[in-house]
C-alpha cells in the first residue's frame, strides 16, 4: 500500500524479564511509528515474544513449569514493560500463537515441495545462550562468539534449508539496494560475512533432545529451528499465510526491521534467504543498533548482570524524561554507556533547562503580565525573523532525520530551536518591555516564546507523548490539533501562527521540573546504578595503574614522518599462533586492503572490529609476526591492555594529522 508504514522490532525470548536494551528498540521502533502516524501513514507496528526453542524450554524446567505455562507467565512481563512504556503496538506477536504456527508449517511444506529442504546428518555446536548452531571454528575459547555462553558438541540427522543457492542473489541485493542494510558498517559487515562460502541451513531439532517448538508438517519426528520458526512472525503477523493469499501485501515489504547488531546475520541472511526461496520480496531496511553498554565495554545483558530496569528510570524521572534519553543519548547504529551521572545531566540540561524553562517562561511571563491569553503579535523586535526561519530548516531536518532513524540528531535539531529561543528571551529583556510599559513589543516576545513551546513539543511529541499533551493543553491546543499543525508545517512550512489569539494559557508546574531530589527519595535507582556498575568490573581485581611516563620529547620533523591513514577493518580471523593477537583486513583506500597483525585479541572479537574506521599507522615497515605478514600498525589506546581503539568518522585513507 502506498501509505503503509511497517515496522517491526525483534520479537524477544522470554526466559526472562526485560531490560534497557529491549526498552530501546521498542522505544525506538515506537517513536517512528507515532510520527509516521502523526505525518498520516497507515501504520503497522509488531512487536512480541519468542517463545519456543531450547533456552525457554530450560528456563520453564527450572522453574517447574510446563513451556505454556512459563510462557503465558512470563509474558505478562514484557506486556507489562511495553504498557509502561506506552508502547503503540498494533500487534503483540507472540510464536505460540497458533496461527502463526499453522503458517510456518505451511511454509515449511511449501520449502518442501520446492525441493528446497533435505536430511541429513549433522555434527555442530549449538550456543542454547544465542539458540543457533556454530561450526567448531567459529567457537572462541570454546564458548559461543557471540554470548560467551557454554556451547553444545550436537551430532544428529536434522532437516536443512538450501541456503547457500542464494547467496549471489543476496550480494547483489545487497550491493543494488545501499539502503538495505543500516548503517553501512552493518551493510559491510554483511557483505565480508558473504564472502566466504555460505552454509546451507540446519533449521530442525529432532524432539528427541529438544521438543518445545513447532512440528514439521512431513516429519514428526522433528520439530523446526527457533530462528526459522521467529523469523517468520514478521509475515505471519501481518497475515501472511503460504497458500497465495495476499492480506500481508498491504504492509509488505516492511519499511524498517529494527535489531540489535548481534542479531544480524539470522536477519540479513537467513531471514532474506527465505524470503527469496517463499519468493516473498524482502524488507526495505533491516536496521541494526548498537548497544547499551556497562562501562568495562561489556553489552549490558540479564546474564552478566549489568543491566538497568528502565523501570526504575521512569518511575523516578518519569517516562517522557526516560524515552527522550533512551532516544537521544547515543546515536542510532552506535554504541553507548548508560550511566546515572549521564542520565541526570541529559535531563537536567534539555529537558529542565532547555526546553522545561523555556516553555514555564512563555507561560508565566504571559499570565504574570499579559493577562494570561495568548497575544497578537506586536511590533518586531528584529530577531523574531530569524527565529521562525531557523525553526522551518530545523523542523525539515528533524524531519529528514526521524525518516532515516537518526533520533538523536532529530531531537537536537528541534533542541536548537529551543536553545536559541531561551537566548532570544536573554537578549530582548520581557522583563525590561514590562518594566518599561512597552506591551506592543513585549506581546510579541511572549507570542513567539509560547508559539516555539507549542512548535518544539508538536515535534517531539513521537518521544514525550505525555509532556507534550500536558504542553498543548496549557496553550489551548489538543494533540489531535498539533499532528494537524505538524503536518502543515511539514507541508508549507513554520510561520509561527498556529496558537489562537486569545486562547487562555496556563501556568502550572513546569513539565520538567529540574531534578532536586535528595539521595534517600532516589535510593533505589542509586543502588541499582551501583549494582550494575559492581556487576561490570571484571572478576579480577584491577591492578593500580601506573601513569605512563611521557617520553622524551621529539621534533615536529620526527611527528612528520608518521603517515597514519583511516583505514575501514572489512575482515579477520584469529592468528593462528597467539591467542591475543588478530590477523585484519583493512581497507586504506588503496587497491589491495592490508593485511594487519594486532594485538587486540584480549578486548575485541573480528566480529567487534569489522566495519569499524580506525587509524592506521601506514608507513611503518612491514614485519613478520609470529609468522605472519604485517603491513602496518592499527593505533589503540591503553598501556599494556587495550582499553579502545583509536577511531575516527572519516573517509576511508583519509590523512590523519
Ligand atoms: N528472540 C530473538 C530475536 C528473534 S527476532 C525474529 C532474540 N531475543 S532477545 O530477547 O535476546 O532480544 C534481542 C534484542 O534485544 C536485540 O536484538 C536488541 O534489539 C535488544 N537488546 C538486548 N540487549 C541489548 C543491549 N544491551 N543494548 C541494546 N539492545 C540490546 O534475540
Same mark, same amino acid.
Given at each position: 500500500?502506498?501509505?503503509?508504514?511497517?515496522?517491526?522490532?525483534?520479537?524477544?525470548?522470554?526466559?526472562?524479564?526485560?531490560?534497557?536494551?529491549?526498552?530501546?528498540?521498542?522505544?525506538?521502533?515506537?517513536?517512528?511509528?507515532?510520527?509516521?502516524?502523526?505525518?498520516?501513514?497507515?501504520?503497522?507496528?509488531?512487536?512480541?515474544?519468542?517463545?519456543h526453542?531450547?533456552?525457554?524450554?530450560?528456563?520453564?524446567?527450572?522453574?517447574?513449569?510446563?513451556?505454556?505455562?512459563?510462557?503465558?507467565?512470563?509474558?505478562?512481563?514484557?506486556? $507489562?514493560?511495553?504498557?509502561?512504556?506506552?508502547?503503540?503496538?498494533?500487534?503483540?506477536?507472540?510464536?505460540?500463537?497458533?496461527?502463526?504456527?499453522?503458517?510456518?508449517?505451511?511454509?515449511?511444506?511449501?520449502?518442501?515441495?520446492?525441493?528446497?529442504?533435505?536430511?541429513?546428518?549433522?555434527?555442530?555446536?549449538?550456543?542454547?545462550?544465542?539458540?543457533?548452531?556454530?561450526?567448531?571454528?567459529?567457537?572462541?575459547?570454546?564458548?559461543?562468539?557471540? !554470548?560467551?555462553?557454554p556451547?553444545?558438541?550436537?551430532?544428529?540427522?536434522?532437516?536443512?534449508f538450501?541456503?547457500?543457492?542464494?547467496q549471489?542473489?543476496?550480494?547483489?541485493?545487497?550491493?543494488?539496494?545501499?539502503?538495505?542494510?543500516?548503517?553501512?558498517?552493518?551493510?559491510?559487515e554483511?557483505l565480508?560475512?558473504?564472502?566466504?562460502?555460505?552454509?546451507?541451513?540446519? +533449521?530442525?531439532?529432532?524432539?528427541?533432545?529438544?521438543s518445545?517448538?513447532?512440528?514439521?508438517?512431513?516429519?514428526?519426528?522433528?520439530?523446526?529451528?527457533?530462528?526459522?520458526?521467529?523469523?517468520?512472525?514478521?509475515?505471519?503477523? +501481518?497475515?501472511?499465510?503460504?497458500?497465495?493469499? !495476499?492480506?500481508?501485501?498491504?504492509?509488505?515489504?516492511?519499511?524498517?526491521?529494527l535489531?540489535?547488531?548481534? +542479531?544480524? !546475520?539470522?536477519?540479513a541472511?537467513?531471514?532474506?534467504?527465505?524470503?527469496?526461496?517463499?519468493?516473498?520480496?524482502?524488507?526495505?531496511?533491516?536496521?541494526?543498533?548498537?548497544?547499551?553498554?556497562?562501562?568495562?565495554?561489556?553489552?549490558?545483558?540479564?546474564?552478566?548482570?549489568?543491566?538497568?530496569?528502565?523501570?526504575?528510570?521512569?518511575?523516578?524521572?518519569?517516562?517522557?524524561?526516560?524515552?527522550?534519553?533512551?532516544?537521544?543519548?547515543?546515536?542510532?547504529?552506535?554504541?553507548?554507556?548508560?550511566?546515572?551521572?549521564?542520565?541526570?545531566?541529559?535531563?537536567?540540561?534539555?529537558?529542565? @533547562?532547555?526546553?522545561?524553562?523555556?516553555?514555564?517562561?512563555?507561560?508565566?511571563?504571559?499570565?504574570?503580565?499579559?493577562?494570561?491569553?495568548?497575544?497578537?503579535?506586536?511590533?518586531?523586535?528584529?530577531?523574531?525573523?530569524?527565529?521562525?526561519?531557523?525553526?522551518?530548516?530545523?523542523?525539515?531536518?528533524?524531519?529528514?532525520?526521524?525518516e532515516?532513524?537518526?533520533?538523536?540528531?532529530?531531537?537536537?535539531?528541534?533542541?536548537?530551536?529551543?536553545?536559541?529561543? @531561551?537566548?532570544? +528571551?536573554?537578549?530582548?529583556?520581557?522583563?525590561?518591555?514590562?518594566?518599561?510599559?512597552?506591551?506592543?513589543?513585549?506581546?510579541?516576545?511572549?507570542?513567539?516564546?509560547? $508559539?516555539?513551546?507549542?512548535?518544539?513539543?508538536?515535534?517531539? $511529541?513521537?518521544?514525550?507523548?505525555?509532556?507534550?499533551?500536558?504542553?498543548?493543553?496549557?496553550?489551548?491546543?489538543?494533540?489531535?490539533?498539533?499532528?494537524?499543525?505538524?503536518?502543515?508545517?511539514?507541508?508549507?512550512?513554520?510561520?509561527?501562527?498556529?496558537?489562537?489569539?486569545?486562547?487562555?494559557?496556563?501556568?502550572?508546574?513546569?513539565?520538567?521540573?529540574?531534578?532536586?531530589?535528595?539521595?534517600e527519595?532516589?535510593?533505589?535507582?542509586?543502588?541499582?546504578?551501583?549494582?550494575?556498575?559492581?556487576?561490570?568490573?571484571?572478576?579480577?581485581?584491577?591492578?593500580?595503574?601506573?601513569?605512563?611516563?611521557?617520553?622524551?620529547?621529539?621534533?615536529?620533523?620526527?611527528?612528520?614522518?608518521?603517515?597514519?591513514?583511516?583505514?575501514?577493518?572489512?575482515?579477520?580471523?584469529?592468528?593462528?599462533?597467539?591467542?591475543?593477537?588478530?590477523?585484519?583486513?583493512?581497507?586504506?583506500?588503496?587497491e589491495?586492503?592490508?593485511?594487519?597483525?594486532?594485538?587486540?585479541?584480549s578486548?575485541?572479537?573480528?566480529?567487534?572490529?569489522?566495519?569499524?574506521?580506525?587509524?592506521?599507522?601506514?608507513?611503518?615497515?612491514?614485519?613478520?609476526?609470529?609468522?605472519?605478514?604485517?603491513?602496518?600498525?592499527?593505533?589503540?589506546?591503553?598501556?599494556?591492555?587495550?582499553v579502545?581503539?583509536?577511531?575516527?568518522d572519516?573517509?576511508?585513507?583519509?590523512?590523519?594529522?
Open positions: 500500500m502506498p501509505n503503509s508504514f511497517y515496522i517491526t522490532t525483534p520479537i524477544y525470548y522470554v526466559n526472562g524479564k526485560p531490560h534497557i536494551g529491549h526498552a530501546y528498540t521498542t522505544t525506538a521502533a515506537d517513536a517512528a511509528a507515532r510520527f509516521q502516524r502523526a505525518k498520516g501513514k497507515q501504520v503497522f507496528f509488531q512487536t512480541g515474544t519468542d517463545e526453542g531450547q533456552k525457554v524450554l530450560e528456563k520453564a524446567r527450572e522453574r517447574g513449569m510446563e513451556p505454556m505455562a512459563h510462557c503465558d507467565d512470563m509474558v505478562v512481563h514484557w506486556k $507489562e514493560m511495553m504498557e509502561r512504556l506506552q508502547i503503540s503496538y498494533d500487534r503483540f506477536m507472540r510464536t505460540t500463537d497458533p496461527e502463526h504456527m499453522k503458517a510456518v508449517q505451511g511454509v515449511l511444506q511449501m520449502l518442501h515441495d520446492r525441493d528446497l529442504l533435505y536430511k541429513q546428518g549433522y555434527v555442530g555446536w549449538y550456543s542454547p545462550s544465542a539458540e543457533r548452531f556454530w561450526t567448531e571454528k567459529d567457537l572462541i575459547d570454546g564458548k559461543c562468539p557471540d !554470548t560467551g555462553q556451547v553444545q558438541k550436537v551430532e544428529e540427522t536434522n532437516w536443512f538450501k541456503m547457500s543457492q542464494y549471489q542473489r543476496l550480494v547483489d541485493h545487497i550491493e543494488a539496494n545501499p539502503g538495505f542494510i543500516q548503517p553501512e558498517s552493518r551493510k559491510n554483511v565480508g560475512f558473504l564472502r566466504q562460502e555460505l552454509g546451507d541451513l540446519c +533449521i530442525s531439532r529432532p524432539k528427541a533432545r529438544m518445545w517448538g513447532i512440528e514439521f508438517p512431513f516429519d514428526e519426528d522433528y520439530v523446526t529451528y527457533v530462528w526459522f520458526d521467529a523469523l517468520l512472525n514478521y509475515l505471519t503477523g +501481518i497475515g501472511y499465510r503460504p497458500d497465495g493469499s !495476499t492480506q500481508h501485501e498491504a504492509f509488505w515489504p516492511a519499511d524498517f526491521q535489531i540489535g547488531k548481534d +542479531i544480524l !546475520t539470522t536477519h541472511v537467513y531471514w532474506t534467504t527465505m524470503l527469496m526461496a517463499m519468493e516473498v520480496p524482502l524488507p526495505k531496511c533491516i536496521y541494526a543498533h548498537g548497544w547499551w553498554m556497562s562501562h568495562d565495554g561489556r553489552k549490558m545483558s540479564k546474564s552478566l548482570g549489568n543491566v538497568i530496569d528502565v523501570e526504575l528510570l521512569r518511575r523516578n524521572f518519569g517516562l517522557d524524561a526516560t524515552r527522550y534519553f533512551l532516544l537521544r543519548e547515543i546515536a542510532f547504529g552506535a554504541d553507548g554507556h548508560f550511566s546515572y551521572d549521564g542520565f541526570l545531566g541529559r535531563y537536567n540540561t534539555d529537558l529542565a @533547562n532547555d526546553l522545561g524553562n523555556m516553555a514555564h517562561r512563555g507561560l508565566s511571563m504571559t499570565s504574570n503580565w499579559l493577562g494570561g491569553t495568548v497575544p497578537a503579535y506586536g511590533a518586531s523586535t528584529g530577531h523574531e525573523e530569524a527565529l521562525v526561519a531557523l525553526a522551518g530548516e530545523k523542523l525539515k531536518e528533524f524531519d529528514a532525520q526521524m532515516g532513524l537518526q533520533f538523536h540528531k532529530a531531537l537536537d535539531a528541534i533542541m536548537d530551536v529551543v536553545r536559541a529561543t @531561551n537566548k532570544y +528571551i536573554d537578549t530582548t529583556e520581557p522583563w525590561a518591555l514590562n518594566k518599561a510599559g512597552n506591551v506592543d513589543a513585549l506581546n510579541t516576545v511572549m507570542r513567539t516564546v509560547l $508559539e516555539v513551546s507549542y512548535f518544539a513539543t508538536m515535534a517531539l $511529541e513521537c518521544v514525550i507523548p505525555n509532556k507534550a499533551a500536558e504542553l498543548f493543553g496549557k496553550v489551548g491546543k489538543t494533540t489531535e490539533q498539533a499532528r494537524a499543525d505538524l503536518v502543515a508545517a511539514l507541508h508549507v512550512g513554520v510561520d509561527f501562527q498556529a496558537l489562537e489569539e486569545g486562547a487562555a494559557v496556563e501556568v502550572g508546574d513546569p513539565l520538567f521540573p529540574r531534578f532536586r531530589k535528595q539521595p527519595e532516589i535510593a533505589e535507582l542509586l543502588e541499582a546504578a551501583k549494582a550494575a556498575e559492581a556487576a561490570a568490573k571484571p572478576a579480577k581485581k584491577s591492578k593500580k595503574k601506573k601513569k605512563s611516563k611521557v617520553k622524551e620529547p621529539i621534533t615536529f620533523e620526527d611527528f612528520s614522518k608518521l603517515d597514519l591513514r583511516v583505514g575501514e577493518v572489512l575482515s579477520g580471523e584469529k592468528h593462528p599462533d597467539a591467542d591475543k593477537l588478530l590477523v585484519l583486513k583493512v581497507s586504506l583506500g588503496e589491495q586492503p592490508r593485511q594487519i597483525v594486532a594485538g587486540i585479541a578486548k575485541f572479537s573480528v566480529d567487534d572490529l569489522v566495519g569499524r574506521k580506525v587509524v592506521v599507522v601506514a608507513n611503518l615497515a612491514p614485519a613478520t609476526i609470529r609468522g605472519v605478514e604485517s603491513q602496518g600498525m592499527i593505533m589503540a589506546a591503553g598501556g599494556k591492555e587495550v579502545d581503539l583509536v577511531a575516527v572519516a573517509n576511508v585513507g583519509e590523512v590523519v594529522r
